[in-house]
Nanobody, 115 residues
């Protein structure tokens, strides 16, 4: 079983940056696809970015060029660097891991973009 613990959320002004971290337990981290999703109030959870075990990345159109996902397999941690944040990025951000039929979610970290 994989446990995921997110950190790094908070309040930031428009145009600012935040870096989210997700620390994972378990032995499958290095081969699992890791992802960040977000859920804004009144909206469905949506994909933000994913990175495979090989390092292939995928981004939602709304964050391309502003967000960067990366992983450190030695530390079993995945990161989301978020730049040029705007109010539409306000949401709870969830870390996710997928491998074959297995999937696990973190508890989420709040990101609020406001002046």
């Amino acid at each position: 079983q994989v446990q995921l613990v997110e950190s790094g959320g908070g309040l930031v002004q428009p145009g600012g940056s935040l870096r989210l971290s997700c620390a994972a337990s378990g032995s499958i981290f290095s081969i699992a696809t890791m992802g960040w999703y977000r859920q804004a109030p009144g909206k469905q959870r949506e994909l933000v970015a994913t990175v495979t075990g090989r390092g292939d990345t995928n981004y939602a159109d709304s964050v391309k060029g502003r967000f960067t996902i990366s992983r450190d397999n030695a530390r079993k941690t995945v990161f989301l660097q978020m730049n040029s944040l705007n109010t539409e990025d306000t949401a709870v951000y969830y870390c996710n891991t997928k491998l074959w039929s297995y999937e696990s979610w973190g508890q989420g970290t709040q990101v609020t973009v406001a002046s």
